[in-house]
């Protein structure tokens, strides 16, 4: 049985924050959820989807976020308690739907999870999704460890059902890749079915029914402000004359900086995690009872702004500071000693940093910079594509996932990107604006994410560009979850369909359409120049398993390689080409790690003097 399954209520068990969320869900009695994989949300989904097998509860890997969050509000608004999971930037893929949904409603809980991430340790933007909150006037919650955030999913999926709407919890990255002691509940019984009520004139969202709809929205806005004065999320801590106002997992860098820092006495902690509507009345009993506040948040001046305008209301003009360039930055995430830097100079306490470790006599460690595997057949056509265009001027659009790295050299496949499924369509753009041959780069999941209506228009517009869609199978980036594209059978899942991603292309309209196999180079190389010479829109669909998920599924994989001495005149082709991380130089000679080669061959049909052969057995 899966661990998050076991009852053992009362018990401590040692989880990762994603695994916690995952565990809060069921013993919320979650009995629907629904995502779109991204990292760092990516484990919540893969929890609840290997707990799907061993339970009631209904788990899929949607489209995208905004189908996923469609599927749930529909599940939730025929009763039934469900959950939508999305990295930040699914957000802005699922706020079409979302946004209408607030004045919709539902009639069981539904929780949206958006996981932030401040540094983009996997992401294009650090964007706050509090201002979600703001925009769509949803109640958010913020959990600022890992066993509160399993605690703060039951209160949320309640929280939701009272007032009738969503329930936004934000985490961030530093608390979904923590690990921390949880107590566990009592596991709640699923309500897998319900029933939906028709009431057309407050659920369809013709403008007559919304004007109505909005109307509630606000009044409920006002109901959730009151039940935030009055969670158990929102707590002051200490009785100093000094206020911090803070949230997330910067709460524990404050708790810990106040008593290091020996301040206990001078500082009042109020800590909020729950963060829209901000918790006005109990802030501005607070702010009397303090001479100055300092806001430590990171990313946007979110609480510190909800601040100043319950400051002026209440006719106050204490100083309160937050962003600043003495004090705290918008950019990337924070930590416990920057804290405690910012925490000391602002209440001027003598503090001196600890001094770095001594550190000369360790060795350097080595760089590693992101790389595609070693086998990733994505290398192989981005190698095919720059053989294929060779003296050609083109512009290369590419997308989210693994095939990203791409962009570095040598390969060089990647001259501009801004969201999922962008390639498409500013593939289009680059065409008719330049004249210049585009070819876009898009991966399989991503196509079938958002990567389609960009196709669409390119057929309609009949703009001159190549997609090449990389179809590794799989979804690779985040941990190999399924896409509509993927044949289940292979991982043992009955009861799904399939989706061919050439009968949609040619559905499409597109007039010339090719699958190829990047680790023949030779054909793919063709096939790519056929495609780009032909004007119009073209589709090179390049379809080859990613290297780790066929280990993981035990396919047959060729032998290693390895370099004969003898026959290498050391031009080097196959590193300054292809640049395959199993390959090094020792003595000036290059060699390739057997460990790390996984057979594709791809180095060995680059090779100009046929020096790179199998390992025989054995070796």
């Known amino acids: 049985m899966h661990k998050l399954l076991q009852e053992k209520a009362g018990e401590k068990l040692l989880l990762l924050g994603n695994e916690a969320v995952a565990r809060g869900a069921i013993e919320a009695g979650v009995a629907f959820a629904a995502t779109y994989p991204g990292t760092p949300s990516s484990e919540i989904s893969a929890n609840l989807y290997q707990m799907s097998f061993q339970s009631d509860l209904y788990f899929e890997y949607s489209t995208n976020e905004k189908v996923a969050l469609e599927v749930c509000a529909a599940a939730a608004n025929s009763g039934v308690r469900s959950m939508c999971i999305m990295k930040h930037v699914g ?26 991430d401040p540094y983009m340790f996997s992401s294009q933007n650090e964007q706050d999704n509090r201002y979600y909150g703001k925009l769509s006037g949803l109640p958010i919650l913020e959990p600022s460890n890992v066993d509160e955030a399993k605690r703060i999913i039951p209160y949320a999926f309640e929280l939701s059902e009272n007032l009738g709407e969503p329930v936004i919890v934000r985490t961030t990255t530093r608390l979904n890749h923590s690990t921390g002691p949880v107590v566990l509940g009592e596991l709640a019984s699923f309500k897998t079915k319900g029933e939906f009520v028709k009431d057309p004139f407050h659920l369809v969202t013709v403008p007559a029914v919304s004007r109505n709809l909005h109307a509630r929205l606000i009044e409920r806005i006002a109901q959730a402000e009151s039940l935030s004065c009055d969670s158990p999320y929102n707590f002051i801590q200490g009785n100093g004359s000094s206020g911090i106002v803070v949230n997330g997992v910067s709460y524990n860098y404050v708790a810990d900086a106040v008593a290091e820092l020996g301040i206990e006495d001078r500082v009042s902690i109020f800590r909020v995690g729950f963060s829209h509507p901000m918790p006005g009345q109990k802030i501005k009993e607070f702010l009397n009872r303090v001479e100055k506040v300092l806001v430590v948040e990171e990313g946007e001046p979110y609480m510190e702004e909800a601040l100043r305008a319950l400051a002026q209301q209440a006719g106050l003009t204490l100083e309160i500071r937050g962003k600043a360039p003495d004090l705290f930055s918008r950019l990337f995430e924070y930590d416990p000693a920057l804290v405690r830097e910012k925490i000391a100079a602002y209440f001027e306490v003598p503090y ?9 006599d360790v060795p350097e460690i080595p760089q590693r910079p992101p790389n595609l595997c070693a ?27 693994c095939y990203t790295l791409g962009f570095m050299p040598p390969l060089s ?15 289009g753009g680059f065409s008719r604006a330049t004249g210049k041959k585009v070819i876009s780069f898009i991966g399989d999941s991503t196509f079938f ?12 517009n009949n703009h001159d560009i190549t997609v090449v869609i990389l179809d590794n199978q799989t979804t690779a980036m985040t941990g190999h979850q399924p ?17 061919s991603i050439e009968s949609v292309v040619e559905g499409v309209g597109v007039p010339h359409v090719s699958v190829i196999r990047p680790y023949n180079v030779k054909k793919s190389i063709a096939a790519i120049k056929e495609a780009v010479d032909f004007e119009g829109v073209s589709v090179v669909i390049a379809r080859q398993d990613c290297v780790l998920l066929a280990r993981t599924l035990k396919k047959k994989t060729g032998r290693p390689f390895t370099v004969n001495p003898d026959k290498c ?9 292809l640049a395959c991380p199993a390959f090094y130089i020792e003595n000036q000679r290059v060699c390739i790690d057997a460990s790390m080669c996984t057979g594709c061959s791809v180095c060995a049909q680059v090779c100009p003097e046929n020096a790179i052969v199998p390992l025989k057995e054995g070796n």
């Open 352 to 360: 001196q940093a600890p001094a770095p470790p001594e550190l000369s």
């Open 569 to 577: 005149r050391n031009h080097r082709n196959c590193i300054n080409e």
């Open 375 to 401: 086998g990733c057949s994505h290398r192989a056509t981005f190698y095919a594509v720059n053989k294929a265009t060779e003296g050609m001027e083109t512009i290369k659009p590419t997308d989210i996932g």
């Open 91 to 116: 957000m802005n893929v699922a706020s079409d739907a979302m946004m209408t949904l607030a004045y919709v409603g539902v009639k069981a809980g539904l929780v949206i999870l958006t996981a932030d």
């Open 449 to 460: 994410h958002s990567g389609i209506p960009g196709l669409i228009n390119a057929v309609f």
């Open 413 to 427: 496949a990647g001259d501009f990107l801004i969201c999922m499924g962008s390639s498409t369509g500013t593939g």
């Open 483 to 499: 896409h509509p594209g993927v044949d289940m059978a292979a991982f043992g899942r009955q009861g799904y369909g399939r989706v």
